[in-house]
């Protein structure tokens, strides 16, 4: 199982440290990915990291967002930046492969007021 934490409401052009924590063997073995969902849109990828330490960013968030994780801690992060009211939603972190991420936390909600 996967926890996210760290989620809240800020103002815009504020940062948020969004964290996952998991069981050692997903952490050792699975891509971990963030996603989030808006009211009414559908859920998108945000940024992947391999359980090597390599790491993809959306190209519509790269200089903003980051992620790293920690094996040692069991942790994903998130670092969010220059949050915008349009990054408000719920967001999830995940683990699988690159094209089946099938463990899913239950979601940090995230709110950036104007």
């Known amino acids: 199982q996967l926890r996210e934490s760290g989620g809240g409401s800020v103002q815009a052009g504020g940062s948020l440290r969004l964290n996952c924590t998991g069981s050692?063997?997903?952490?050792?073995?699975?891509?971990l990915g963030w996603f989030r969902q808006a009211p009414g849109k559908e859920r998108e990828g945000l940024a992947t990291?391999?359980?090597?330490?390599?790491?993809n960013v959306a190209d519509f968030l790269k200089g903003r967002f980051t992620i790293s994780r920690d094996n040692a801690k069991n942790t994903l992060y998130l670092q969010m930046n220059t949050l915008k009211p349009e990054d408000t939603a719920m967001y999830f972190c995940?683990?699988?492969?690159?094209?089946?991420?099938?463990?899913w936390g239950q979601g940090t909600q995230v709110t950036v007021s104007s």
């Open positions: 995940a683990a699988g492969t690159p094209y089946d991420f099938s463990t």
């Open positions: 050692a063997d997903i952490f050792a073995i699975y891509c």
């Open positions: 990291m391999d359980s090597g330490g390599f790491a």
